[in-house]
């Protein structure tokens, strides 16, 4: 009625289920945020389309594994995942917390 039982609009996991995913070669990680964002630190294996130039069919194929968007917070994820519904792409999920929760939880970071 107010909105608090409301549920996201996109399927989320936390930082530990990517961790466990990405460990099982499970999951594909593409990173959303800019450039420079990215070079400065990013989950380790992702690749990066950033949200400026995004794209649902530059995504990498998922060959079987689950793809899973990420940025900063989970904002410009949750973007590119409504561009993906509007193109019809077969990706739903995107990290809840982006990649600030990756490093609060004490997750590997590649520069």
């Known amino acids: 009625m107010f909105g608090f039982s409301r549920k996201p609009a996109h399927r ?3 930082p530990a289920q990517l961790d466990a995913l990405l460990r099982q070669q499970a999951a594909i990680i593409v990173d959303v945020r800019e450039p420079d964002e990215f070079a ?8 990066n389309l950033p949200l400026s130039r995004f794209d649902p ?9 689950t793809l899973i968007l990420s ?3 989970g904002k410009r994820s949750a973007m590119a995942l409504d561009r993906c519904a509007v193109a019809e792409a077969n990706v739903e999920t995107h990290l809840a917390g982006g990649f600030g929760a990756w490093k609060a939880a004490g997750l590997p970071v590649a520069q």
């Open 40 to 47: 400065a630190g990013h989950i380790p294996g992702a690749s």
């Open 12 to 14: 989320e996991v936390s």
């Open 57 to 65: 069919a530059a995504l990498p194929a998922a060959a079987g594994k």
């Open 71 to 73: 940025c900063a917070g």
